[in-house]
């Protein structure tokens, strides 16, 4: 499990230096040439809050979100309340946008959102797909999104798997530093 947020850090920070040698190559500094954002998504894939660091450089943007739920007990199937254990879900983006007006923009891109969990018998859950989207800046600072993944393959916790078509989708706001 601290493997696995290991390897999501990792990647991400892996993430971080790619963008800034495109902006070296630029000779622009990611920081002043991009925008990094703060915020959090409603998922309807878990239901649940996930808090999200995005970043836009030019008209490429990355997203990484993790939500980290701990369980102390749970039923299984057979009824019985056993130990329970931690559950943590990512979110992974990367899309494509285009301006539509001075503070709207048309997203499009694939995501990812898995999630890790290390109670028995469950399998490790995921919805994998393209999306489009929109992002509407209010201010020069809140930003507030809406994304729905047209066709998404899903597999659940008990490993059955499913085509899906627009069941997928999450809202969010975002403050932009």
Same mark, same amino acid.
């Given at each position: 499990m601290i493997k696995n947020v290991m390897r999501v850090t990792t990647a991400f920070i892996a993430l971080f230096f790619s963008t800034q040698l495109i902006a070296a190559e630029d000779s622009k500094n990611l920081f002043t040439s991009s925008e990094w954002a703060l915020g959090t998504y409603w998922t309807s894939g878990?239901?649940?809050?996930?808090p999200v660091l995005s970043v836009q450089y030019n008209m490429i943007g990355f997203a990484f979100g993790m939500t980290v739920d701990h369980n102390r007990e749970y039923t299984?199937?057979? #009824?019985?309340? /056993?130990?329970?254990?931690s559950e943590f879900d990512y979110l992974f983006d990367f899309s494509l946008r285009s301006p539509i007006s001075p503070r709207l923009f048309f997203k499009y891109g694939a995501s990812l959102q898995y999630g890790h969990s290390n109670l028995e018998g469950v399998k490790d859950?995921?919805?994998? #797909?393209?999306? /489009?989207?929109l992002s509407y800046y209010l201010t020069d600072h809140l930003c507030l999104e809406a994304t729905l993944l047209p066709y998404a393959y899903e597999r659940y916790t008990d490993d059955t798997k499913e085509d899906e078509f627009m069941k997928n989708g999450r809202i969010g706001v975002s403050y932009v530093f």
């Open positions: 878990d239901g649940g809050m996930m299984n199937e057979a #009824g019985e309340t /056993v130990a329970g254990g859950p995921y919805v994998f #797909g393209p999306f /489009v989207g």
